[in-house]
Structures are given as structure tokens and as C-alpha cells.
């Protein structure tokens, strides 16, 4: 064998240890990403708010129009 394989060929050991250095902090880096994602989503702990169906941006339920892109939100009543 050449190169670096000739040198060091890893055996299951070694071959654990990396996937241990490589997996652990993606795994960890994946499950930051979840809770970070949870963590933006203002609807969940607000019941009061909900997305806007063309922007996505939350809107208070109570609101007449989207702050953001100014869709119409409540249907308009007639007196």
C-alpha cells in the first residue's frame, strides 16, 4: 500500500473514534438547530397570533391587515 494508508491503517477502534469526533458534534449541532427552530416560532407560545397566508410573517388574529406585506386579514363587514 502507498500513502498514508501504508503508514496507518486504522483499525475498529480507530475507525469508532472518528466517527465519534465527527458524529457527536453533528448530532449536537442538529438538535441546536430543532430547539433554535421551536424557539422562533412566536405562535407557539402566543395563541394570539398567527401566520399571514401570503408573507408568513405573525400577525396578531385581531389585526385588520398583515403589517408587513398588507394583505387584508378580517373580512370586511357590512353595517
Given at each position: 500500500m502507498n500513502g498514508l494508508f501504508a503508514f496507518f491503517s486504522p483499525g475498529p477502534l480507530e475507525i469508532l473514534i472518528l466517527l465519534v469526533l465527527v458524529g457527536?458534534?453533528?448530532v449536537a449541532l442538529g438538535l441546536a438547530l430543532f430547539v433554535r427552530q421551536l424557539q422562533n416560532n412566536?405562535?407557539?407560545?402566543?395563541?394570539n397570533l398567527?401566520?399571514?397566508?401570503?408573507?408568513?410573517?405573525y400577525v396578531s388574529r385581531q389585526a385588520p391587515?398583515?403589517?408587513k406585506c398588507g394583505r387584508p386579514l378580517?373580512?370586511?363587514q357590512n353595517p
Amino acid at each position: 500500500m502507498n500513502g498514508l494508508f501504508a503508514f496507518f491503517s486504522p483499525g475498529p477502534l480507530e475507525i469508532l473514534i472518528l466517527l465519534v469526533l465527527v458524529g457527536v458534534p453533528l448530532v449536537a449541532l442538529g438538535l441546536a438547530l430543532f430547539v433554535r427552530q421551536l424557539q422562533n416560532n412566536p405562535a407557539a407560545s402566543n395563541p394570539n397570533l398567527t401566520p399571514c397566508p401570503d408573507c408568513r410573517h405573525y400577525v396578531s388574529r385581531q389585526a385588520p391587515a398583515c403589517p408587513k406585506c398588507g394583505r387584508p386579514l378580517l373580512p370586511q363587514q357590512n353595517p
